[in-house]
């Protein structure tokens, strides 16, 4: 029943800007950790940016002084502030969620479907 939805993803030109935002639902207990992944064409999935409960975040260094993540006080969506959009920014980007579901008493991996995003030139 717990599932991660993103919003937010488009087109844009380069040097525009994005803000993607993901919201987890369902029968959860608490979240440890959101975040999001991206994956061109061809190429692996690879970190964008994550934070913690904690509110400690790690970024990518291509994304870095770019990107901005955060994460409402509820702890149940992140969003991702993406300024001065490249070309090479072009990806699907994941929403990612390690959780405890309900009645679980451990954490798991979940994963969004991904949205689009496209950096003309």
């Known amino acids: 029943q717990v599932q991660l939805k993103e919003f937010g993803g488009g087109l844009v030109q380069a040097g525009g800007s994005l803000r993607l935002s993901c919201q987890a639902s369902g029968t959860i207990f608490s979240i440890n950790t959101m975040g999001w992944y991206r994956q061109a064409p061809g190429k692996q999935r690879d970190l964008v940016a994550a934070?913690?409960?904690?509110?400690?975040?790690n970024y990518a260094d291509s994304v870095k002084g770019r990107f901005t993540i955060s994460r409402e006080n509820a702890k149940t969506t992140v969003y991702l502030q993406m300024n001065t959009l490249k070309p090479e920014d072009t990806a699907v980007y994941y929403c990612?969620?390690?959780?405890?579901?309900?009645?679980?008493?451990?954490?798991?991996?979940?994963w969004g479907q991904g949205t689009q995003v496209t950096v003309s030139s």
């Open positions: 990612y969620a390690k959780l405890m579901p309900l009645g679980l008493g451990y954490l798991e991996d979940y």
């Open positions: 934070v913690a409960t904690s509110g400690s975040t």
